[in-house]
């Protein structure tokens, strides 16, 4: 018997999505905003995997295809990690900030 209902699972990702949000919205630093933008990612991956646990099919078995799904989302975030760290040096070396009203145009 598992206390935990998807309720407290989607409250759980809402919360993380919403500090996520507020970071993207008030934070100056790049890297922050990158980090708070990943945290909405996974946000989203743990109400996915929340409604595929608790999405039962007429044979009693969890449907898992948001579960692949999810393996899917952390391939191209991790991918885009490479990529977005890639640029976020290259803006640095370029400017020597990471404030983004510090950066104003996207050329060199």
Do not use: W
């Not at 885009?80 to 009203?101: K, N, P, S």
């Amino acid at each position: 018997m598992n206390p935990l209902t998807l309720n407290h699972y989607l409250l759980a990702s809402g919360l993380l999505f919403s500090l996520g949000f507020a970071g993207v919205m008030l934070r100056r630093n790049i890297i922050t905003i990158f980090m708070c933008l990943e945290l909405m990612l996974n946000a989203a991956n743990l109400s996915l995997v929340a409604f595929s646990r608790f999405h039962v099919g007429a044979d009693g078995l969890p449907n898992y295809n948001a579960q692949v799904l999810v393996f899917f989302i952390i391939t191209v975030a991790a991918a885009e990690v490479a990529v977005g760290l890639a640029i976020i040096v290259a803006l640095y070396r370029a400017r020597q900030t990471t404030h983004v009203e510090d950066i104003q145009s996207l050329k060199f």
